[in-house]
């Protein structure tokens, strides 16, 4: 696992402390996971747009609407499942 991989794991284990059981612990992800191209190109974090300037809410807005669509596909296809 590398140093990127473990703090990833280390932002995930406050809200995995909260999950019931070991499958829904299984289930957290960050939500950059589910746009395709970020988890392609190992960048899962969202910008801090606070230190961006104007833009960087833009930005911000941009990927998280990226991996909302994402994470609909990802509902819609396990319901169909």
């Known amino acids: 696992m590398s140093d990127r991989e473990r703090g990833r794991e280390h932002e995930r284990a406050p809200v995995k402390a909260l999950a019931p059981d070991g499958v829904a612990?299984?289930?957290?992800?960050?939500?950059?996971?589910?746009?395709?191209?970020?988890?392609?190109?190992?960048?899962?974090d969202?910008?801090?747009?606070?230190?961006?300037?104007?833009?960087?809410?833009?930005?911000?807005?941009?990927?998280?609407?990226?991996?909302?669509?994402?994470?609909l596909e990802h509902v819609q296809a396990s319901e169909r499942a």
């Open 25 to 44: 612990r299984t289930k957290v992800r960050l939500l950059r996971e589910f746009d395709l191209a970020s988890a392609e190109a190992g960048d899962l």
């Open 46 to 71: 969202l910008s801090d747009p606070y230190y961006e300037g104007p833009d960087g809410f833009d930005v911000v807005l941009d990927q998280i609407q990226a991996a909302c669509a994402g994470l």
